[in-house]
Structures are given as structure tokens and as C-alpha cells.
């Protein structure tokens, strides 16, 4: 996706993953500003507020993604450490967690897991104490199994969702996006014109999507991966 | 190249300071500047830093007895990586007992890269007057030609926080990617295509990886690099087969590296020196191993104070970081002081009374095929050894390798005088150990 937008305008260039391909795409400003709203909502929907700590594993390709979340614990007071989510960085994920205490790790995928492997270091051990695991597609499964309860933090293409401790599926910011499932397969579609234009766009996640409104009292929709 | 791609024009060398009077400025202009900071620092630093309050008063001196920078660097006790590491292990401070506010206060915990240990935690406060000034990074970048409008190449990690941010104050668009050579196809994508001006930043291994992706992608790779006015290198010094690369390439680059831990310094277009910013750091050049300054001009101990941070100030901390300073006024018209570092103290080793760091193993590795990412370390359990023992990583399977380990040991007898026993592994065993823009020299086995 090439910015079509003046340099002026554009906040930069990102990216997401479908599946294992990277897009890149353009994000304006405007996206940005809306991009922190949304997450301020995610982060209050991992339960997340002053005082807390939270441990943010992303890596610097997702900054579109990623930024917006820091700015929320920011504007929400609530304390945070980085680390890449990746199979190299994974020493310093757990150095963190074996440092000080962290109310909620956010963006767990399969290279941090797989670098925790490499080192030796069970999952139970490494989150122990963590109260909120929230974990992408790929790592959410290998946590459950070993006998955690994570919550999905769900990539979707440029936008997050994520579970609150209903654990019902994954929140959708509403005001933002739309998502539908087409025969399993998650569609997302922008509510708003973007940098770049996000009309159905097949997400690569599998999964149903729910329009309830949830036990936790949001009525955004919920992706319940398959 | 798409529309989009409008990069702008070379660095008029007209305009080149972001803020002309701090960085031209007289150095007794500079000396009082510091000297103002260092006073107003020094009480807040006692009264807060358990680790800084213990040294000074175990030395006998308060900060009411240090009234200029003379008195400073007569009278002042260091501070030492030792010193932190007790404090840190024996009363359970993860801050070594630096940190001046109370925990509950830091928006951010961040860390340093961990090459050569566990990272060091960075506890920072963003916005408000006590959070300190603004790192200076953006000085550097306007230096190296980044302007509004310009695309700008981020290629790093998430781990040290939202340098991107200066980036965008400059008014440039950040085009984002992950240091790892997995996103090299992609650099060359969006090089082509959004035309980025400057770059931030690059390291041996993704230059000689560069290499080898736009031969497999069938680009050359003068094309790809053709808008960037600058490229700033950071890490560990560039081998020479990656400067010989970029030279190809008809890429400046600039070298960025620390200025012990209190900040950075970083070349500017006259290529003579990192300049490191003395508004923001004070920095002494010592004797190694004793307490005296060196003369401008040969190699000595950094040894610095952050004079503008008040999360979590090094006060007189001793780096380890060897050096060679000028404070000559640079060809560029800044009158900051500049580095060229030489190594860390923790570095080398002696065998049979030669002393051999690593920047002296370095060319012997990379002049081979097989080993021309470089990628090697110096085994050092003690700083005296009988032998020099290396490891070092290798392209392509075991038994490729033929007789590389003799013509390692050979090349490397020849730069160091020293005849090495040689541990080949694969590359990928070394670059695990990263993060991957370096990897630890040195190794206690």
C-alpha cells in the first residue's frame, strides 16, 4: 500500500502481518490520533489503569500498532517496560519479569515463547505472579496448554483486539472498525478513510465474530478464534 | 520510485546546526553552562542517590564543598560499574541505588542492549521539568540532512523507547522496520520506493547481509541507496568490509556510539571525531588505570556525568570505555568536544605481554569468504592468558570449511603477533546471542 497522502500529513510508514506476509502501509496522523483512542480502550479492557505495570513485546515494524498502545498506559498512568517480541530478545522479556513485578504482559507471540524455550525457561515460572497474559494467535494456545490463562491480544491487519477477563473473545473497537467472519475467515473493514484504504481485508485469522454485548458491559464485537 | 517518493535535496552546508548557538558556542561559554548544572545537580543527586550519598560520604566530601568544576574534578568521588553492581546485588535495588524518584513515578522502564550481561534497566519520567531535557539525537539527524518532508528509514529495536519521536519533530516521516537482515528484501522495497534521506541505523551484519540480498533480489544496490545523504552506524564500529561496502555503495555514513552510558556522540560531515554535546554531559578523559587527565589526543578512560538527567544521574562514573578526545574546534564549526573510541577496559587481553583487543582480530576474521560477516569472539576468563583463544562464526555447513581454521590462525598471527587456537561455529550460533546489530567480543568461555 504507497502513501498517496503529502509527507505533511503521513505520522509514517507501518506495517502488519497477515498470516507470514508483511504489508507495509501508510498512516496519517489523523489515523494516529484516532489509532490511541482505540487503544486507550484496549488497554482499559485489559484492566489496566494507574499504578499498574505493563510489559509491552512488540517490535519496531509494528510501531503503527504498538506506539498508539504506550501512549495509552501513558495517558492512563500505568508504568511500562518494552522489550522486541522476538526469539532473540527473549532473554530481556524474562529479565524484566524476573526484575520486578508486572500486572500484564501484552503481545506475547511464538518467537518470544520460542526464545524462552531456547533459554530453558518454563512458562509457568517465567509469568508466574503476571496477572494478565495477553497473547497473539501462536503463542495463546501454547500457553493454555501449558496450563496458563492467557487472553487473545488479537492482530487483525493495522487493528488490535483484546480480550477482557470475561475471557469471550477478543473486543473490537466498534467506533473504529468493522469485522465480520466470511465462512471462518476474520474480514476487517475501517469505518473511517484511513492513509490506506482497509475494505475487507482478509485478516488471515480464523475465527467467528460475536455481536452480544458482553458480560463485561461492551457492546464491540468479539473475535472468537477457531 | 512511486510519487510519493520525494525525498529532498542534499544538505545545503549552509544549514547545518539545529541550534546554532548552543553547538558553535565559545568554550568558556560551554564551561559555564556546565558548571551551573554540575552545582545545581550535585545537592539533588546526594539528597536522592542512596548509592551517590554512601560514596561521598564514605570519601569525606559533601556537595557544599564543591563550588566550580575545578573543585569537582580535584575532589569528587567516582562512581564505578562495581560499585553499582554491589548495591544493586546486596540490597536488592535494581537500580544500583541511582535512581532519584520514587519508583511509583517512572512512566517507563526501559533497558539497555544486554550484550554483555543482563541489561541494565533505564527508568525514565517522559514530559514535565523534572524529566530532564530532550536527548539531542536530533541535533545529529538535522547535521546528517534530515528535513521536513523527508522520508526517514527507522530501522531498530522497540527496547530504548520512541527515538522515531525526534525524528518526527524534525517533521520527517518514519518508515519502519525491524534490525534484522529477515527485512532487508523490504528495505530495498521501500528504499525505491519512498526514497528515505537518512537512515537510523545500520550495522556490519546488515550491510553484509545488504549485500548479499540485492545480488539474490538482482538490484544494485547504488540504486537503493542513492537518496540517503546519511546513514548512521551504531553498535560496534564498522569492520572495514562493511565501510569498504558502503564506500561502494556511495553511502556517508556516521558513526554513533555511546559516551559511557550518560549519552551519545555522533560524527558529523567533517568525519573527524563523535561529537558529544557538553551542555547535556561532563565528560573527563583519565589515566586507565590512576586518576590524572590525559592529554587531548591520546587514549584514556571516559569517565562522565550526565548533567541533565534527573531520573537517574551518573555522577563522575567511571565507564571502562577507552577513548582518544579532542576539543579542538571542529572543521564543522562545532566547538563540543569529539571521540573516536579505541575499546572497552574489560576487553582486552595480554599474552605474553602483548596486549590484543578486538578491533585487532577484527580485519584478520572478515578478509575470508566464509567469515566475512565477521563474526567472532575473544575468550578472556583472565586478562592474562597463555593462549589467544577465538571463536568464531562461519557461512555455509562444518564441513565446508576446509583448511579456514589454518588461514584464520595464520591471518590472525599476522595482525596480532599472537598464534591463536581457533573454535569455528556457525554464524547462527553467535548471532543468538544478540541482540543482532552485535554481538558480546567477548567471552568469559
Known amino acids: 500500500m504507497t502513501a ?9 510508514i507501518g506495517s502488519f502481518l497477515i498470516g507470514d506476509e508483511v504489508v507495509t502501509y501508510p498512516v496519517s496522523k489523523a489515523d494516529h490520533d484516532r489509532d490511541i483512542a482505540t487503544a486507550i480502550k484496549n488497554v482499559s479492557c485489559l484492566g489496566a489503569g494507574a499504578g499498574h505495570r505493563v510489559l509491552v513485546l512488540s517490535m519496531l515494524s509494528q510501531a503503527a500498532q504498538y506506539w498508539p498502545v504506550q501512549i495509552a498506559l501513558l495517558v492512563g498512568n500505568v508504568q511500562f517496560s518494552l ?16 526484575a520486578m513485578h508486572y500486572d500484564a504482559v501484552v503481545g506475547i507471540n511464538a518467537d518470544v515463547l520460542d526464545g524462552l524455550d531456547d533459554l530453558g525457561h518454563p512458562y509457568g515460572g517465567v509469568f508466574d505472579g503476571v496477572g494478565v497474559l495477553a497473547a497473539r494467535a501462536g503463542a495463546y494456545e501454547r ?7 492467557p487472553r487473545w491480544w488479537l492482530d487483525l491487519g493495522p487493528a488490535i483486539a483484546v480480550e477482557c477477563a470475561e475471557h469471550a473473545g477478543a473486543h473490537l473497537d466498534a467506533d473504529e472498525w468493522a469485522v465480520e467472519s466470511d465462512g471462518g475467515d476474520v474480514l476487517l473493514s475501517a469505518r473511517h478513510e484511513r492513509a490506506a484504504s482497509i475494505d475487507r481485508l482478509r485478516t488471515g485469522v480464523r475465527g467467528d465474530v460475536v455481536t452480544d454485548v458482553c458480560a463485561c458491559g461492551r457492546a464491540d464485537p468479539r473475535v472468537v478464534p477457531r | 520510485m512511486s510519487e510519493a517518493a520525494t525525498a529532498g535535496g542534499a544538505p545545503d552546508a549552509g544549514d547545518r546546526y539545529f541550534d546554532r548557538e548552543i553547538e558553535t558556542m565559545p568554550r568558556a561559554g560551554l564551561r559555564e553552562i556546565q558548571e551551573a ?65 520514587e519508583e511509583a513515578e517512572l512512566t517507563a522502564i526501559t533497558s539497555t542492549s544486554g550484550t554483555t550481561g543482563d541489561p541494565t534497566l533505564v527508568p525514565e519520567v517522559w514530559g514535565g521539568a523534572r524529566a530532564g531535557a530532550a536527548p539531542a539525537l536530533v541535533r545529529e539527524f538535522y547535521e546528517i540532512g534530515t528535513r521536513a518532508g523527508d522520508y526517514f528509514t527507522c530501522i531498530l529495536f522497540t527496547f530504548r523507547g520512541a527515538f522515531f519521536a525526534l525524528v518526527q519533530s524534525l517533521g520527517a516521516v518514519p518508515v519502519f522496520l525491524d534490525h534484522s537482515p529477515s527485512e532487508l528484501p523490504r528495505f530495498v522495497e521501500l528504499s525505491l520506493e519512498y526514497r528515505p534521506t537518512n537512515l537510523y541505523n545500520f550495522s556490519n551484519v546488515l550491510i553484509s547481509e545488504l549485500a548479499r540480498v540485492c ?27 562493511s565501510q569498504e561496502l558502503l564506500h561502494d555503495w556511495g553511502v556517508a555514513w556516521f558513526e554513533h556510539t555511546a559516551v559511557g552510558d550518560a549519552g551519545a556522540a555522533t560524527e558529523c560531515r567533517e568525519h573527524d571525531g563523535c561529537h558529544f554535546w557538553e551542555d547535556s554531559v561532563l565528560v573527563e578523559h583519565l589515566d586507565p588505570d590512576g586518576t590524572e587527565p590525559v592529554a587531548d589526543g591520546t587514549r584514556g ?73 565477521g563474526l567472532f569472539q575473544i575468550i578472556r576468563p583472565s586478562m592474562e592468558v597463555d593462549q589467544l583463544r577465538l571463536r568464531v562464526g562461519h557461512a555455509g555447513s562444518a564441513s565446508s570449511v ?9 591471518a590472525v598471527a599476522e595482525s596480532t603477533g599472537v598464534v591463536p587456537v581457533i573454535e569455528l561455529v556457525p554464524n547462527e550460533d553467535l548471532l543468538r546471542l544478540g541482540p543482532p546489530h552485535k554481538i558480546p567480543r567477548v567471552a568469559k568461555r
Open chain 2, 301 to 373: 578512560e571516559l569517565v562522565v556525568t550526565a548533567l541533565d538527567n534527573r531520573v537517574m544521574p551518573l555522577v563522575r562514573f567511571r565507564s571502562d570505555d577507552l577513548a582518544d578526545i579532542t576539543r579542538e574546534r571542529c572543521g564543522c564549526g562545532r566547538t563540543h568536544g569529539r571521540l573516536r573510541t579505541a575499546g572497552r577496559k574489560g576487553d582486552e587481553v595480554i599474552v605474553d605481554g602483548r596486549s590484543v583487543l578486538p578491533r585487532d582480530v577484527w580485519e584478520a576474521v572478515e578478509q575470508f569468504d566464509e567469515t566475512a560477516m
Open chain 2, 402 to 410: 576446509g583448511d579456514l581454521e589454518d588461514r584464520l590462525a595464520a
Open chain 2, 215 to 241: 545480488e539474490e533480489m538482482a538490484v544494485d544496490p547504488r540504486d537503493v541507496m542513492a537518496s540517503y545523504h546519511g546513514v548512521v552506524t551504531g553498535g560496534e564500529q564498522l569492520g572495514r568490509r
Open chain 1, 4 to 12: 498517496t497522502l503529502d509527507a505533511a500529513t503521513l505520522w509514517g
Open chain 1, 83 to 98: 522489550a522486541d517480541a522476538s526469539r532473540f530478545d527473549a532473554f530481556r522479556t524474562a529479565m524484566f519479569l524476573r
Open chain 1, 143 to 149: 500457553l493454555r496448554d501449558a496450563g496458563l490463562s
Open chain 2, 37 to 101: 548544572k554540575l552545582l545545581d545537580l550535585l545537592p539533588y543527586a546526594y539528597e536522592r542517590s542512596a548509592l551517590i550519598r554512601s560514596t561521598w560520604d564514605d570519601a569525606g566530601v559533601h556537595p557544599r564543598d564543591i563550588t566550580s568544576i575545578d573543585d569537582y574534578t580535584e575532589r569528587a568521588p567516582f562512581i564505578s560499574k562495581d560499585a553499582i553492581r554491589v548495591f544493586r546485588d546486596e540490597r536488592h535495588d535494581p537500580y544500583g541505588g541511582l535512581l532519584c524518584f
